[in-house]
């Protein structure tokens, strides 16, 4: 945003900062449910004002998910794309009750016999379970627990001569071992987190 790349804008998930602590980079793959289970997506341009240590040169970007602000039904998709990729989901969220309780189940699963070059495949399952509480009209909290488990082979760029000769499919990283595709460059990642607001 504003120029700025990944690493200067802050993302959030009900306030709490998910980009990578290491280099902070957000790594999408890792929060691929979040399209589903999110009520809201509040953006920040610019500087503002944090109790948190997050670097938001380039803005703010608040991904806010409250089982309480949720319509009672649920859902099941399945999604088919190209190069072999298939996602299945399913969710279904209680609406809230007379009680003031309300909860949000979401479970998914995705595959890709190969993404876009030679042995790039993949899987990943994604899972989400909330629970709000409403006492009244001033008062809400809620508790969040999501995580999206998944390997994913790589494919790391070669020069462009390497892909004028052998196609733009093409992977070093990856070839055949006893007639099974192998690859050298798989990321295994699983990064769970739950949050109480």
């Given amino acids: ?74 859902f099941v998709r399945l999604l088919g794309g190209n190069d072999s990729y298939g996602k299945a989901t399913a969710s279904y969220n209680s609406g809230l009750q007379e009680s003031g309780w309300a909860y949000s189940i979401l479970v998914d699963h995705w595959h890709a016999h190969r993404k876009y070059s030679e042995g790039t495949a993949g899987q990943g399952q994604n899972y989400l379970f909330s629970v709000g509480y409403k006492p009244n009209e001033k008062h809400s909290f809620n508790f969040l627990l999501t995580g999206a488990p998944q390997w994913h082979d790589q494919n790391f760029s070669d020069d462009l001569e390497t892909y004028e000769q052998y196609g733009e499919k093409y992977n070093a990283n990856s070839g055949f071992l006893d007639g099974e595709r192998f690859t050298e460059r798989r990321n295994y990642y699983h990064k769970p987190v739950a949050n109480l607001n």
């Fill in 1 to 74: 945003m504003r120029g700025f790349d990944q690493t200067n804008t802050a993302y959030l998930l009900n306030g709490q900062p998910i980009n990578g602590m290491e280099d902070g980079r957000m790594y999408w793959s890792n929060w691929s449910g979040m399209s589903d289970v999110a009520n809201t997506v509040q953006v920040q341009r610019g500087l503002g004002s944090s109790k948190l240590a997050i670097s938001s040169v380039g803005g703010t970007v608040n991904i806010v998910s409250k089982t309480t602000d949720k319509k009672k039904g649920g």
